[in-house]
Nanobody, 123 residues
Framework: QVQLVESGGGLVQPGGSLRLSCAAS????????MGWYRQVPGKQREVVAD???????RYADSVKGRFTISRDNAKNTVYLQMINLKPEDTGVYYC?????????????????WGQGIQVTVSS
């Protein structure tokens, strides 16, 4: 079982910055895809940034030029750097990781989700 632990959220003023982290625990051989998603009350979860299954990174139009998704393979950690934050960026952010691991020498691929972390942009 691969678990993801998110951190780095909180309250920030408009124009401020935050960096979200998503650390994967468990015996992971590699991270093959990653993504960050956002959900606000009454709305469906939406893609903020992702690249799954070897696809190129895509960003929501609303965050292009302000958010950057990245990962540290050595640490099995995915990041979302957010700058010039706006009130409309407020929401619960979830990370998702596509992983490869070996169990009894057999390759296993799967996707895990983080528990969600609150980001609030307000003055």
């Amino acid at each position: 079982q691969v678990q993801l632990v998110e951190s780095g959220g909180g309250l920030v003023q408009p124009g401020g910055s935050l960096r979200l982290s998503c650390a994967a625990s468990g015996s992971i051989t590699s991270i093959n895809g990653m993504g960050w998603y956002r959900q606000v009350p009454g709305k469906q979860r939406e893609v903020v940034a992702d690249n799954h299954s070897g696809s190129s990174i895509r960003y929501a139009d609303s965050v292009k030029g302000r958010f950057t998704i990245s990962r540290d393979n050595a640490k099995n950690t995915v990041y979302l750097q957010m700058i010039n934050l706006k009130p409309e960026d407020t929401g619960v952010y979830y990370c998702a990781v596509d992983y490869l691991q070996y169990r009894d020498d057999a390759p296993v691929v799967g996707r895990s989700w983080g528990q969600g972390i609150q980001v609030t942009v307000s003055s």
